[in-house]
């Protein structure tokens, strides 16, 4: 009996190990077969003698054991995995609510800066197309038609004839030559072919990233946004060109046929918004995926400092005057407000002009109040229309090189601090091709020169604010 008591525990211990060192796949075995399969190895070899019997006792009760223990570890097994795979989702779900743009490639980024390079184009194209005067050399707003240029003498004789039916060419233009008219015809005809390009550059690629599943919920909402502002651009450009085609300027005494000065700045600040929107886009685009690669880990926490809060307000501040003064300019380019007073800093020898030729009583129209008087000057009234921008060009000068001292004794990193520095110097040389321009009366080159310089100094200042934006604080994210 001592014996078969010693040799039951010895027994017991040796399953115990066996079971503990068992591969696997053992473990993975159904429980039953499992039971089954030892309980009648022991019967068949231990079934006739008392010492069997005793030994197969313990091997059931042992094999008992077992099984509980490998189904109390399969469980845990089976609880972990759950565990883990609630814990990636949850991880996945924050990093999607934190960064909901981060899996937005890079090549859609770079679609929306070739959008905004494109606009920038055709703003300098519309502004060489005002100082030439061209604007409405075609009378037609032909969507399919208008894309074919004449080829013919004939085609050439039959646009020329339509012209010729407008007031620009029979107040202005009179004794005009077929060679002249070709050239403001391309003018313009350059103008509207380039914002054809852009229309069809934003929509083909829109669809195809679409398709595909590559734009985020916010950057489909913002690309939506700009495509409707460069359908209704489109629209605007043809609603400013027909001002200027209105025959009751025939019959108004002096009047100078060209385009109203309303329409013209609504028209620029349309494309400003659009190019705005595809820049600003864009570098988000570019930005949130570095940020994902780790790039800004070790600037987050000089970009995120609450010291640099007043900073990055005056940032803004400070895009929000280059924004207002380039509108100022549209108003002195749709009335011609750059012929008078061709002098600086003075007008007419003085800083301010005479009060009577800033508020003019001719500006009033019939029934106008004196305090309607007052708004008709702001923006009809050549010289109040050049002071005024005048005042506004100063003033974005002064907050610009205000906002360049002050970043001096600021912690700032040198991508932000490259950027004050741009922006100054940008400033620098508007200021001068704003000057120049008005003192030899606003010649083609630097008019055009001027206008794509106001478009750099807010690309410069947009800059400066995007890269002053929070950086959030994430772990790399890979991208789809």
Not at 295 to 303: D, F, G, H, K, P
Not at 335 to 344: I, K, S
Request: one cysteine or more; proline letters at 4%.
């Amino acid at each position: 009996m001592v014996c078969t008591n010693v040799f039951s525990g010895l027994l017991s211990r040796t399953l115990v190990r066996a079971a503990a060192h068992s591969s696997p796949s053992t473990h993975t075995l159904p429980f039953r077969a499992l039971s089954t399969f030892n309980a009648n190895a022991f019967k068949k070899t231990l079934s006739r003698s008392a010492l069997g019997s005793a030994l197969s006792r313990a091997a059931a009760h042992q094999q008992q054991h077992v099984t509980r223990s490998a189904a109390h570890m399969v469980k845990a097994r089976f609880q972990s995995t759950i565990t883990a795979a609630a814990n990636s989702n949850a991880a996945a779900s924050v990093a999607a609510k934190t960064s909901p743009d981060m899996v937005v490639k890079p090549i859609v980024g770079y679609w929306m800066l070739t959008i905004s390079a494109m606009t920038f184009g055709i703003v300098v194209v519309g502004g060489m197309t005002r100082l030439t005067e061209s604007g409405l050399s075609i009378v037609e707003w032909n969507l399919i038609k208008g894309m074919k240029p004449p080829r013919s003498e004939a085609e050439w004789e039959e646009e020329f004839e339509k012209y010729k039916q407008f007031p620009e060419y029979k107040i202005l233009n009179r004794g005009m030559t077929l060679e002249e008219f070709k050239r403001i015809f391309y003018y313009e005809w350059s103008h509207r072919m380039l914002g054809r390009a852009i229309g069809a550059a934003f929509i083909l690629p829109g669809l195809y990233f679409a398709s595909r599943g590559m734009l985020s919920k916010n950057i489909a909402r913002r690309s939506l946004i700009i495509g409707a502002f460069i359908g209704f651009q489109g629209a605007l450009g043809w609603y400013m060109v027909k001002s200027g085609l209105d025959e009751q300027l025939m019959s108004t005494p002096g009047a100078t046929p060209r385009v109203s000065q309303y329409r013209l700045a609504a028209h620029l600040g349309s494309a400003f918004l659009i190019y705005t929107g595809a820049l600003m886009t864009g570098m988000k685009i570019l930005t949130d995926n570095h940020i994902a690669k780790g790039a800004y880990e070790s600037l987050a926490a000089v970009i995120n400092n609450p010291a640099l809060k007043r900073f990055k307000g005056a940032a803004h501040g400070v895009v929000a005057l280059i924004f207002i003064t380039a509108i100022s300019g549209a108003f002195v380019a749709g009335l011609d407000a750059g012929l008078v007073y061709n002098e600086f800093p003075l007008m007419g020898g003085r800083l301010v002009p005479p009060m009577r030729e800033l508020f003019d009583d001719k500006f009033l129209h019939e029934g106008d109040n004196p305090k309607t008087g007052l708004w008709r000057n702001m923006f009809d009234n050549q010289v109040t229309v050049q002071f005024n921008h005048r005042v506004l060009a100063t003033t974005t000068f002064t907050a610009v090189s205000s906002l360049f001292l002050y970043s001096r004794g600021l912690p700032l990193p040198p991508h932000i601090r490259m950027g004050v520095n741009v922006l100054m110097g940008v400033a620098c040389c508007q200021v001068g091709l704003g000057i120049a321009t008005l003192l030899y009366m606003v010649p083609v080159s630097l008019g055009t020169a001027h206008q794509a310089g106001s478009l750099t100094l807010l690309t410069s200042a947009l800059y400066l604010m995007h890269s002053l934006k929070k950086v959030p604080v994430l772990k790399k994210i890979p991208l789809k």
